[in-house]
């Protein structure tokens, strides 16, 4: 059956197909000829289709055997935020978020210096754990300061909200505008280990993202935490041109 559509929607396509499984780190992708068939779409189309699974990290070439799945990792941002536009929820196909925790602490130096607040204060955190097929992908804490819980109090709930930064971006009337991502290796604390499945004195990468508002205020400090093996993706436009 031919499924007439635009690059973004073949793109979204083979997206879900790789995040659930059906094509495995390894596989070989269609050819070109046969998305231009299957879709109906010019060469044109399958080809920006393809650049797009490309810049995602998704995909890459291998001689001799075309388009293959590249080995699949933690998404960054950006694509969630993607995502979250296309799809109206942060999580990737196949991707499930279990909240383990909604309360109120202390924050951490590193947490109260990201939100401009005295070591100590009181902040709203939020930790959950990501899955893929029943594994653990990451284990992640959000912490908000109070004008972004005051403005979305489902924060404070167990509840999943679909995207919790869209929801304050949304109810503060002001657009999310940037991210600081910091990344760093250290060994698992037992509760990570114990939340990601690991056994014994691993190593994590931690990334510590920090995402601020046009406005200059920060709307989230979020610490996530996967397996030193997971491979972590984003792509950086070096030009002017997205």
């Known amino acids: 059956m031919t499924q007439a559509a635009g690059y ?5 396509h083979f997206r879900a197909q790789i995040r659930n499984g059906e ?3 390894g596989d070989r992708m269609p050819t070109l000829r046969q998305v231009m068939d299957q879709w109906e779409v010019s060469n044109a189309t399958a080809v920006r289709a393809y650049a797009a699974l ?3 990290g998704l995909t890459s070439a291998s001689t001799g055997a075309g388009t293959v799945v590249t080995d699949y990792g933690s998404d960054n941002i950006a694509t969630r935020v993607r995502t979250h536009a296309t799809t109206g929820a942060a999580l990737a196909t196949g991707e499930t ?3 383990v925790e ?3 602490v202390g924050a951490e130096e590193a947490i109260a210096a990201r939100l401009d607040v005295e070591p100590g204060s009181p902040v709203q955190v939020r930790r959950r754990i ?3 097929g029943g594994f653990p992908v990451h284990y992640s804490s959000s912490y908000y300061p109070s004008y972004v819980v005051q403005a979305a109090p489902e924060l404070a709930e167990p509840v999943s909200t679909g ?3 869209e929801l304050a971006s949304e109810r503060l009337g002001v657009a999310q505008s940037h991210v600081l991502e910091e990344v760093t290796s250290r060994l698992a604390t037992e509760p990570e280990a114990a ?3 690991l056994t014994g004195q691993v190593i994590v990468t931690q990334t510590l993202r920090t995402v601020f508002l046009t406005d200059g205020r920060v709307v989230e400090v979020a610490l996530k935490i996967c397996s030193g093996s997971t491979v972590l993706k984003w792509s950086t436009p070096l030009t002017g041109e997205h």
Do not use: F
Not at 8 to 12: L, N
């Open 8 to 12: 973004a929607a073949i793109a979204e």
């Open 23 to 25: 094509l495995r780190p």
């Open 54 to 56: 490309k810049k995602d």
């Open 97 to 99: 978020s279990a909240i």
């Open 102 to 104: 909604v309360g109120i």
């Open 130 to 132: 990501v899955t893929r």
């Open 163 to 165: 995207g919790s930064r």
């Open 195 to 197: 939340a990601l499945g």
